[in-house]
């Protein structure tokens, strides 16, 4: 990494303060969390160093953004997983991914290099994938229909 982590989460929250949210209430329980709300959307950002096999911190530091989108189905989960791949051929420096029965969009980059039109960006292609795709997701899978809410 170029900059200590802290000049990240500096960089993360002056964005945050340009869509108008309130860095201090989004913060999470651990330095480099935020969860926030874009559109109908739940936003969870990580901004960490990696660590070596001992645990020592390395040089290399990533931010994570993801939205959970919904559960995956009971049935049909092979149809589902192959849909989720076939949407990501489609979307745009975010993919979906499954962790612990949840489909998520996400997207992870080095912090090397980034700046906040990348920041402002990444923010608006997870939320944006995200409100869009819980609702077709749901209708589709769980014979929900929206409004908006996911």
Same mark, same amino acid.
């Given at each position: *990494?170029?900059?200590?982590?802290? @000049?990240?989460?500096?960089?993360?929250?002056?964005? &945050?303060?340009?869509?108008?949210?309130?860095?201090?209430?989004?913060? %999470?329980?651990?330095?480099?969390? +935020?969860?926030?709300?874009?559109?109908? =959307?739940?936003? +969870?950002?990580?901004?960490?160093?990696?660590?070596?096999?001992?645990?020592?911190?390395?040089?290399?530091?990533?931010?994570?953004? *993801? =939205?959970?989108?919904?559960?995956?189905?009971?049935?049909?989960?092979? &149809? @589902?997983?192959?849909?989720?791949?076939?949407?990501?051929?489609?979307?745009?420096?975010? %993919?979906?991914?499954?962790?612990? !029965? /949840?489909?998520?969009? /996400?997207?992870?980059?080095?912090?090397?290099?980034?700046?906040?039109?990348?920041?402002?960006?990444?923010?608006?292609?997870?939320?944006?994938?995200?409100? !869009?795709?819980? !609702? /077709?997701?749901? =209708? /589709?899978? @769980? =014979?929900?229909? %929206? %409004?908006?809410?996911?």
């Amino acid at each position: *990494m170029q900059h200590p982590i802290q @000049f990240y989460y500096n960089l993360f929250e002056e964005v &945050l303060v340009e869509y108008k949210i309130d860095p201090a209430t989004a913060r %999470g329980q651990q330095p480099g969390q +935020w969860n926030l709300k874009l559109g109908s =959307a739940s936003v +969870w950002v990580d901004i960490f160093q990696s660590k070596d096999a001992q645990g020592n911190l390395t040089n290399y530091g990533y931010i994570q953004v *993801m =939205a959970p989108v919904c559960e995956v189905p009971v049935n049909n989960q092979h &149809l @589902f997983t192959k849909e989720l791949l076939e949407i990501n051929h489609s979307l745009y420096g975010v %993919g979906f991914t499954i962790f612990q !029965d /949840k489909a998520y969009i /996400k997207a992870i980059r080095e912090l090397q290099g980034l700046d906040k039109s990348e920041i402002k960006s990444t923010l608006d292609r997870v939320g944006i994938y995200a409100d !869009d795709y819980d !609702d /077709k997701l749901k =209708a /589709k899978y @769980f =014979a929900y229909s %929206g %409004g908006g809410r996911g």
